[in-house]
């Protein structure tokens, strides 16, 4: 099963089942911190990037369902296999 990972300014998801603080694959989603809120981003194989919701004021955890759900809607649910979304008493903003 696929878990977010810590990584410097935020968290990281690589969708291809590695560890994302170990290590850098593609497909990928980060969220990180900014002075807007959240940001998430998804990173594709195909070495495209976007931003897939405007910055989340909610929190890490609601940052990182959010961006899960877009990814999925991104790139279809055998995209985002295995992945899961974030425990909320886990991970602190």
């Known amino acids: 099963m696929t878990t977010w990972k810590r990584i410097s300014g935020g968290w990281a998801l690589n969708l291809d089942g590695s560890d994302a603080a170990a290590t850098f694959a593609l497909p990928r989603l980060e969220v990180r911190a900014s002075p807007q809120g959240w940001?998430?981003?998804?990173?594709?194989?195909?070495?495209?990037?976007?931003?897939?919701?405007?910055?989340?004021?909610?929190?890490?955890?609601?940052?990182?369902?959010?961006a899960l759900a877009n990814a999925k809607r991104l790139l279809g649910p055998a995209g985002t296999t295995g992945a899961r979304p974030p425990a909320a008493p886990v991970l602190p903003d």
């Open 39 to 66: 940001r998430s981003e998804c990173l594709q194989t195909d070495g495209r990037r976007g931003e897939l919701a405007p910055p989340c004021l909610g929190g890490a955890v609601v940052a990182m369902a959010d």
